[in-house]
């Protein structure tokens, strides 16, 4: 899996955007670019995912660059309760016989009010 | 309600004990994993287990044991030769598709040593 780079910590006041970037400079052709989340004491949890289209769901929205070499993951009106360590990760598709799945130190967001 | 489930929420261990952490999933996925979080750090991979009666040592498997004798449980065992257990730890489980890989957490156990 190619590896990521994030800041180590983003603030965001309440009801703006938030945008947390991600470099993936040796992402190669077959591989996703995923996001995951982890509040406090919690277990992570999946937000988002895409290949080279930018993405949108119910939880942010996912902006690839055309040469894919980063991403901005971006929540549109951030509450207070989107504080936590964001995690982006670079996933080949080797036919799910990729099972080992790690994890960087992400980037805390922290939405002030 | 389909899920991880890891119990207990928290534990203690003594000096020279081993323990173990609950991990069961009603997922029906082949794939689970535990992790282990220290403060302010990333996930760093303990040990994963492709199918049943199959596992493989992640970057940290030493102090550590498992054993996967049924597909919806994973437990994780502390050994004594771990001589830095504190931690938060998590259990997963995955689902892959052609397009998509999602990885499901437990709330987690933080392991504390008395």
């Known amino acids: 899996d190619a590896k990521t780079t994030q800041p180590p910590s983003m603030d965001c006041a309440e009801g703006r955007a938030a945008n947390l970037p991600c470099n993936h400079s040796?992402?190669?052709?077959?591989?996703?670019v995923y996001w995951y989340r982890q509040i406090h004491s919690q277990g992570p949890q999946y937000i988002i995912h895409?290949?080279?289209n930018n993405e949108t769901n119910e939880m942010a929205s996912l902006i690839i660059t055309e040469d894919r070499k980063s991403s901005t993951l971006i929540l549109p009106h951030a509450t207070l309760r989107d504080t936590a360590v964001y995690y982006c990760i670079v996933r080949g598709n080797s036919g799910g016989s990729n099972y080992k799945l790690t994890f960087g130190k992400g980037t805390l967001l922290t939405v002030n009010p | 309600d389909g899920g991880i489930t890891q119990s207990p929420k928290y534990l203690f261990r003594k000096e020279g004990q081993n323990v173990t952490l609950s991990c069961e999933q009603n997922?029906?996925?082949?794939?689970m994993y535990w992790y282990r979080q220290d403060p302010g750090q990333g996930l760093r991979l303990i040990y994963y287990?492709?199918?049943?009666?199959?596992?493989q040592k992640g970057d940290i498997a030493e102090g550590y044991s498992v054993s996967r004798e049924k597909k919806e449980s994973f437990p994780l065992t502390v050994t004594s030769a771990q001589k830095n257990p504190t931690a938060f730890y998590l259990c997963?489980?995955?689902?892959?598709?052609?397009?998509?890989?999602?990885?499901?957490f437990g709330s987690g156990t933080q392991l504390s040593v008395l």
């Open positions: 895409g290949l080279k």
């Open positions: 040796t992402i190669s052709g077959n591989e996703y």
């Open positions: 997922l029906n996925h082949d794939a």
């Open positions: 997963a489980s995955r689902v892959w598709t052609a397009d998509n890989e999602k990885l499901f």
């Open positions: 287990s492709q199918i049943v009666n199959d596992f």
